[in-house]
């Protein structure tokens, strides 16, 4: 596994990771259980937060050469990429949907 392969899939780990830590009641509703003694803050602090994680990942994404990933997860990149950008059709909420996924491939939720 190349370096910009175990990055690219750590961004994605961490990506979840705090879309969940973020929003517990989401976490449960995916099957995550690690947050069940939690419930969602509503705060602008919250939201500033949640968009500070969406600037992080954009840098971290812009950090991995797309050119050295497998094929398939280049294709993985870009739709990473277009979500947390939020341009053209794909509204940011598909993050989610599309994270979920991936994990699911990885055959779970991490542990």
């Not at 992080?56 to 990429?81: K, T």
């Not at 509204?91 to 491939?105: D, G, K, M, Y």
């Amino acid at each position: 596994m190349t370096d910009s392969l175990t990055r690219f899939q750590q961004l994605l780990t961490d990506a979840w990771d705090s879309r969940m830590q973020r929003d517990p009641l989401y976490a449960t509703l995916c099957g995550d259980r690690r947050y069940n003694d939690r419930l969602p803050e509503a705060k602008k602090e919250v939201a500033e937060g949640q968009r500070q994680a969406y600037r992080d990942a954009l840098a971290r994404l812009a950090g991995i050469p797309r050119g050295e990933l497998p094929p398939a997860e280049q294709v993985n990149y870009d739709v990473f990429g277009h979500v947390l950008h939020g341009s053209g059709p794909l509204p940011l909420s598909l993050l989610e949907q599309w994270v979920v996924e991936w994990i699911s491939a990885q055959k779970g939720p991490p542990a």
